[in-house]
């Protein structure tokens, strides 16, 4: 294998929360990282992902012109769009963007002769399960077609991997969240809709209250329970699959979860948030949230086999404490 230093990766959607981590962790360890992103949503301040290319995937001839520009060793695909409810209300958005724009990631990979790809998948592809604790081999069953849009986009990876066109690894992700504060990177959505940047805004008083989707879930509490993993355990997941691919150990498909194993209540959410905080704001129960499951938590055990990854940074005090402490280094308010 060339030393890393002689190695580019494409990150697509690397201005984007899990992908700007990912592409400075990568440039750490001494990679070179070219961005493809079209800004639509994630707020990276530029200075951290330069170089970057400003394109939709599905714009063939941008993307041509990034693969000659550079010779790509392999690419990490983050760019998506991610809201479970937006997607119920705009499926067709979701299934061009998160479908088509992997078959035209794949198309030019295909015409530039990369064949190694990370791929950023989601637990959104499982649904509702019976298991306590969700395996790989559970049957996938996506109850929005943002999970839908996903399970397709891996199944496109497992046939173009059977015909030898490309070796993939596919990352499902529990849920995404802390901060790298240290780095100035952290999540911010245009329109933020996750648990833990909702509470958190509640508790700095930029926000006026939370409200609690669903108390009458199945679940210890009532309230939906999941598995929270921190962003730079997600980002080293990422590293991990990428050596894998480019030393040629990983041929072929497979998917992995990217989780803890443990669960916590909106509920729990909550008083982490209020306990890190010192402070307390106004919780109300409100109706369930159309496409939520009752409780997501991985098995991450395949995940450790084959890659050797662990979360490392993921107890719920830290990812709370990272994500609080970004959130109290930005000096505009956050858009509600
Ligand atoms: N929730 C509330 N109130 C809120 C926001 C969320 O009670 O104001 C609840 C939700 O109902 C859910 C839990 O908090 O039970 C977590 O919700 P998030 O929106 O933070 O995250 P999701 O579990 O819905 O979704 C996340 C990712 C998706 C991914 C999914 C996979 O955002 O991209 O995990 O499980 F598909």
């Not at 294998?1 to 990766?9: H, L």
């Not at 790509?72 to 209300?89: T, W």
């Amino acid at each position: 294998m060339a030393s890393r230093s002689d190695q580019t990766i494409l990150v697509t959607g690397g201005a984007g929360y899990i992908g700007a981590h990912t592409a400075q962790q990568l440039r750490t360890r001494g990679y070179d990282v070219v961005v493809v992103d079209r800004l639509s949503n994630g707020a990276c301040p530029a200075a951290l992902v330069e170089p970057l290319v400003r394109a939709d995937l599905q714009d063939a001839t941008a993307l041509d012109a990034v693969f000659q520009a550079h010779d790509i060793a392999a690419v990490i695909h983050f760019a998506a769009s991610i809201e479970v409810g937006e997607s119920l209300r705009q499926p067709l958005a979701y299934f061009a963007n998160n479908v088509g724009g992997s078959l035209a990631l794949l198309q030019a990979m295909q015409r530039h002769s990369v064949r190694a790809l990370v791929f950023s998948s989601t637990a959104a592809v499982y649904g509702n399960q019976e298991l306590e604790i969700i395996p790989e081999t559970a049957a996938l069953a996506p109850c929005n077609p943002y999970g839908a849009s996903k399970a397709m986009a891996e199944q496109i990876l497992a046939e173009q991997a059977k015909v030898g066109a490309v070796n993939a690894i596919a990352l499902r992700y529990f849920n995404a969240s802390g901060a790298a504060p240290e780095l100035g990177l952290g999540e911010r959505h245009q329109t933020e809709t996750h648990l833990i940047p909702l509470v958190i805004q509640a508790a700095l008083g930029q926000r006026e209250q939370v409200s609690i989707f669903g108390s009458d879930y199945p679940t210890p509490d009532g309230t939906c329970l999941r598995d929270y993993i921190h962003v730079m355990d997600l980002a080293e997941a990422h590293i991990l699959a990428l050596e894998a691919l480019l030393s040629g150990q990983h041929p072929g498909f497979a998917a992995y979860n990217l989780g803890t194993g443990q669960g916590y209540s909106v509920r729990q959410i909550i008083e982490a948030v209020r306990q890190v905080a010192g402070q307390d704001f106004q919780v109300l129960e409100a109706e369930r949230r159309a496409g939520d499951p009752a409780r997501l938590i991985a098995d991450p055990s395949a995940a450790q086999a084959a890659l050797g990854w662990q979360a490392q940074h993921s107890g719920l005090e830290r990812i709370v404490s990272d994500a609080y402490r970004f959130f109290q280094q930005m000096f505009e308010p956050w858009p509600r």
